[in-house]
């Protein structure tokens, strides 16, 4: 299925092994070798955390991976109640202790939340905060609650939430404001992102001072990295956000591709943090307009290559199929090992 995949796309951004749970699949270190041998920018791991938690030599075998790997942490809360109504499960404690394992063997981590309205969106600001409590967070991703999957107790009366709530959730932070949440070029209406640069638990939001035609008509992809003049110029306007430089000059550069000055060597990707609103459709907001410009993929073990949206309304048989999730535009920027 990867090589269907490089095939496709040549060099993908971003490829996601997820499940089920893939951590516990006897093959999983084969898998991931099979992932890291193709010309595959960036991995990422979708894990509940359970074997993170529970197994060190697990983690430090994961960690040896590293820089092209990231874990993709399922953290919908920080309440056993909320994670009980989600997930069915007290997993709270759980999620603590995988955060110590990655933190201790410094593996990038995205933290994602799935947010249904009444259980958890009142925690989105909480989150993002917590999220910045640890060094190796590079950022959170929500997912507005989707009618697919597990999904008990769903009433799209009460439940269903929206990009646009918890764009406002996130501004009540402090973090990124709602001016800071921009849309992404290649789906506009279902994802938008916030880019800061981070010192410790302090970060400086950029997004807002990007223009937005930039943004909207820039290359058709939410990987910078893709374009090295993009984004070593974005990078420029980053380092130099918080003086009293010519902002102007740098948002110019910024526009043409052409940097004025040179990226700091300490600047990493570890200095990023990022949050992402990104919400898949259902039977409740299918867009056929929208699958098209759809950026997360499904590949089957056949090589067959589906919209993530339209495989979990059309094509999934049975309850939690096992597969590879193929995000081939990643969301990142800054990474200079990927």
């Known amino acids: ?153 769903f009433d799209p009366r009460i439940n269903r939430t929206i990009l646009t709530q918890i764009r406002r959730e996130v501004a009540k932070s402090g973090v990124f404001g709602i001016d800071d949440m921009i849309p992404l070029p290649c789906n506009p209406d279902q994802i938008c992102i916030g880019y800061g640069l981070r010192a410790g638990q302090e970060v400086t939001p950029i997004t807002s001072l990007l223009p937005r035609e930039l943004v909207l008509q820039g290359p058709n992809t939410i990987s910078y990295e893709a374009y090295p003049a993009l984004r070593s110029s974005i990078l420029d306007l980053l380092s130099l956000a918080t003086t009293q430089c010519n902002t102007e000059e740098k948002l110019a550069g910024l526009l043409c591709c052409l940097p004025q000055a040179m990226v700091p060597q300490e600047l990493s990707y570890a200095n990023s943090f990022r949050v992402v609103i990104l919400q898949f459709l259902d039977r409740y907001n299918f867009d056929l307009a929208t699958v098209k410009r759809s950026c997360v993929h499904f590949v089957t073990p056949e090589g067959q290559i589906y919209p993530f949206d339209t495989y979990n309304t059309f094509y999934r048989e049975g309850a939690e199929g096992a597969g590879v999730v193929a995000k081939h535009r990643a969301l990142a920027l800054g990474r200079r090992s990927v």
């Open 1 to 153: 299925m990867f090589d269907a995949l490089v095939a496709s796309e040549g060099e993908p951004d971003l490829v996601q092994i997820s499940g089920g749970e893939p951590t516990i699949h006897p093959q999983f270190f084969d898998v991931l070798d099979l992932v890291k041998a193709r010309p595959i920018r960036h991995v990422m791991i979708n894990t509940n955390g359970v074997r993170i938690a529970q197994d060190r030599e697990f983690v430090e075998r994961l960690a040896s991976y590293a820089p092209r790997l990231e874990v993709y942490l399922q953290f919908d809360s920080l309440r056993d109640e909320a994670l009980q109504d989600l997930r069915g499960a007290k997993l709270a404690r759980i999620r603590q202790q995988a955060l110590e394992e990655l933190e201790r063997v410094g593996l990038s981590t995205t933290l994602v939340a799935v947010v249904k309205q009444g259980v958890n969106d009142t925690e989105v600001a909480d989150i993002v905060r917590h999220a910045l409590t640890w060094s190796c967070v590079r950022g959170v991703t929500f997912q507005p609650v989707q009618d697919a999957g597990r999904n008990e107790h």
